[in-house]
């Protein structure tokens, strides 16, 4: 190994090969092969279907895979049940013992391996402090608020210091302004105490928040996985693309491929230069993927020296406090979205002819939606 070099962590989980089907037709999950390294924060992110709690299900025991081999420390579990596993969880739900005080839901996982009484206390004590929620442990969970609920949740899965913890949608019930505080939390804890997460969620957005990686499902496959600025600033395919943040999209025919960019003719109208990212030559139909903060609006008969201009019509303008949408109808696109600086789209009127330009590189090649 070159000097300056880092060593990457060893993975502490690992899938090898796995399928899942529960109707012996349809697999949920197809031919999962993904590495987890120990201490890092990983989120299965996708829509609906698209297999990502199944492969945590998987990963905790309370599913067996159909094909394939699921490792933990380097050792096959997919036969092992889940309290033998050492992994802690958490639950959207929260999944509390309501009959229970705080400090004796914390310090259940710890009762179930026969923990001396001392040590108990110690941790639970410890686990309290960690949360914040010291002055609490005699109240029951019906005597809290959500947030409260979900860190005493969170409390519990540290408790008996699993090597992995398994984060199932826990911030779903909570409302915006909470559930960015405990992303914000559940971060500084993850960096804190050096624990692997594996995170799951629908929320673009949280995802790209909380995760050293992500990895992108849909269709019961990974479409990439990759650090958060990576799967935004190059998505491998228009589903990525589409998922990760807020994209325009113009689809179009290339006409010519030149090293890493390609010149588009717009179904629409007008052609532009592209990276030439998913496309498969010259006559090939592809989707154009440009970010709504990388376009900026040309007045009427003002000249730009671009190489992307392309006419526009005003369709609406949206304000929203630290930043404002142009909404523009572009070849084709009636929904076509610019984001402004605050006050910037208070000369735009609806129906005003505009220009929007764009910078090659900021335009994403990709296979057609």
Do not use: W
């Not at 629908?202 to 990759?226: C, K, P, W, Y």
């Amino acid at each position: 190994m070159e000097a300056g070099m880092v060593t990457p962590a060893p993975a502490l989980v690992r899938f090898s090969g796995i399928q899942k089907t529960y109707d012996g037709e349809h697999l949920v999950v197809k031919n999962l092969d993904l590495d987890i390294r120990k201490g890092e924060f990983i989120t299965l992110l996708g829509p609906s279907g698209s297999g990502k709690t199944t492969t945590l299900m998987m990963l905790a025991g309370f599913e067996v895979p159909t094909h394939g081999e699921i490792y933990l420390a380097g050792r096959p579990i997919k036969n092992m049940p889940p309290h033998k596993r050492d992994i802690g969880m958490v639950f959207q739900n929260y999944a509390l013992f309501p009959h229970l005080t705080i400090a004796e839901n914390i310090a259940f996982p710890l009762s179930v391996r026969k923990t001396n009484k001392a040590d108990v206390q110690e941790r639970v004590g410890s686990a309290l402090r960690m949360i914040k929620m010291e002055n609490l442990a005699h109240r029951r969970p019906g005597q809290l608020s959500g947030g409260q609920q979900q860190r005493v949740a969170l409390a519990r899965a540290l408790v008996f210091n699993p090597q992995l913890v398994l984060m199932d949608e826990p911030l779903g019930a909570l409302d915006k302004r909470l559930r960015e505080q405990m992303q914000l939390e559940i971060k500084q804890l993850h960096e804190t105490m050096g624990i692997t997460v594996v995170y799951v969620t629908h929320d673009q957005s949280e995802a790209l928040t909380m995760s050293d990686r992500i990895a992108v499902f849909n269709d019961g496959i990974v479409q990439q996985i990759d650090k958060p600025d990576a799967l935004y600033e190059h998505p491998v395919n228009s589903f990525v693309a589409h998922f990760i943040g807020e994209n325009n999209v113009l689809a179009g025919t290339v006409e010519t491929v030149d090293k890493d960019y390609c010149r588009v003719a717009l179904a629409g109208g007008g052609t532009v230069t592209a990276r030439a990212v998913n496309v498969s030559g010259a006559g090939a139909s592809t989707s154009l993927s440009v970010r709504p903060e990388r376009i900026a609006i040309v007045p009427e008969g003002t000249s730009s020296d671009g190489p992307n201009r392309l006419p526009a019509k005003v369709q609406n303008t949206i304000y929203l406090g630290d930043h404002a949408l142009a909404v523009l109808d572009v070849s084709g696109n009636a929904e076509f979205m610019v984001k402004l600086q605050p006050g910037a789209h208070d000369s735009l009127t609806h129906g005003a002819n505009v220009s929007v330009t764009f910078r090659p590189e900021d335009c994403l090649a990709l296979d057609p939606v």
